[in-house]
């Protein structure tokens, strides 16, 4: 039985079946919701790990289709899909709570890879909690200040 899943969020191109095999790879299924309000619905469980979308299928420019996902599904790691053409500023998406992108068409390796790398993320997460965001940076900053007085 998978331990999780993973969310293709709006109407992904890409068959589904296609990657269930790549999902079982590390414990966890696909499934998927056509909006937003559909993806709040299948993390009901808490069990979503990722979630994949393009922010053109859900009609929202991305930083609005970021926050939806962040706010239906709290706990899953957000992965941008995009096409090669569209220009994202990835710093700010980052920052924003992008976890990781993906270009559109998929190509399965690429996608085995960042399924790779939020099975990482979630097992570090187990081991070390993650700390909000606002602490985090503010714990960069002490950092900074703590190195700058420490250069010789």
Do not use: Y
């Not at 993806?39 to 299928?57: C, I, Q």
């Not at 930083?63 to 899953?76: I, K, S, T």
Request: hydrophobic share 50%; glycine share 8%; with cysteine.
């Amino acid at each position: 039985m998978p331990n999780g899943t993973v969310v293709l969020a709006g109407s992904l191109p890409v068959e589904p079946l296609k990657l269930h095999p790549l999902a079982a790879e590390f414990g966890w299924s696909i499934k998927q919701a056509s909006s937003l309000r559909g993806l709040a619905e299948l993390n009901a469980d808490g069990t979503l790990v990722a979630v994949l979308f393009n922010p053109r299928d859900l009609a929202l420019p991305w930083e609005q289709a970021l926050r939806g996902v962040l706010d239906a599904a709290p706990g899953a790691l957000p992965i941008l899909c995009h096409g090669f053409a569209e220009t994202i500023d990835w710093p700010q998406a980052a920052e924003a709570g992008a976890f990781h992108s993906l270009q559109l068409p998929f190509d399965l390796g690429e996608v085995r890879q960042s399924l790779g790398f939020a099975w990482e993320a979630k097992r570090r997460s187990a081991i070390i909690p993650i700390q909000p965001r606002a602490a985090t940076q503010e714990q960069a900053q002490q950092g900074r200040a703590w190195a700058a007085g420490n250069v010789a």
